[in-house]
């Protein structure tokens, strides 16, 4: 079953323009992480968050994690035209000791140069 | 460093035909191994999940199964393909200890 929800399904934006996606989970996690996929191709992990963090970066992206309403926000800075493709959010339940990693739809981020 | 390689990269079948995708993965040993299901505009349905030789474990029912001959081969298989099979199937690998999954490149069923 699916655990992460993204929303919203899609979101056009500009280049340079900040670009929010969020992600809403059921279960307690251990971690969740965010993925990138290019049309066509295979997942890239892009950010992971663990359950006692509050607040990540790396470079243009920004993710937050609020486990008090189970949900997360994938933020990338200053657009760009290559930033184009479907974001997931992913999360690795509590329960799981095996790494299983159980992911949502996704958005599909479309950004106009 | 580690690499995932995952072939055909497309393949169509016709239904009642038999299916074998493979995943292999290089650069790292006792892999945990995955295979995903990706419908058309759908999010990514774990599918099997192994952590050794032998060790499949099935997430959900399905007209699908998984072997693992090696410890870094994972094989996707079916005696007889539905039209309900067709999608995007991804392999991915990750350590236990180690967070995140390295996917493959995909393969992109269509059964006619």
């Known amino acids: 079953s699916q655990q992460g929800e993204e929303d919203p399904q899609a979101l056009s934006i500009q280049e340079g323009e900040n670009a929010t996606m969020n992600c809403s989970y059921k279960t307690s996690i251990n971690n969740l992480q965010w993925y990138r996929q290019n049309s066509g191709r295979g997942l890239v992990h892009l950010i992971l968050?663990?359950?006692?963090?509050r607040e990540k970066h790396s470079g243009r992206l920004r993710v937050t994690l609020d486990t008090s309403k189970k949900s997360s926000s994938l933020l990338i800075t200053a657009s760009r035209a290559a930033d184009t493709a479907s974001y997931f959010c992913?999360?690795?339940?509590?329960?799981?000791?095996?790494?299983?990693?159980?992911f949502g739809r996704g958005t599909q981020l479309t950004v106009w140069p | 460093s580690q690499t995932i390689h995952q072939w055909p990269a497309t393949l169509v079948q016709p239904v009642g035909s038999p299916l074998s995708l493979e995943c292999t993965v290089e650069g790292t040993s006792n892999p945990n191994l995955y295979w995903y299901r990706q419908a058309a505009g759908r999010g990514l349905q774990l599918l099997f999940y192994?952590?050794?030789?032998?060790?499949i474990s099935s997430e959900v029912p399905q007209n699908l199964s998984a072997s693992r001959p090696q410890d870094r081969q994972f094989i996707l298989s079916s005696k007889k393909l539905l039209l309900s099979d067709s999608g995007f199937y991804l392999c991915?690998?990750?350590?236990?200890?180690?967070?995140?999954?390295?996917f493959g490149s995909g393969t992109r069923l269509t059964v006619v």
């Open positions: 992913a999360t690795d339940a509590v329960r799981s000791t095996l790494g299983r990693l159980y």
């Open positions: 968050i663990r359950s006692n963090e």
């Open positions: 192994s952590v050794g030789i032998g060790q």
């Open positions: 991915a690998w990750s350590r236990t200890g180690l967070l995140g999954y390295t």
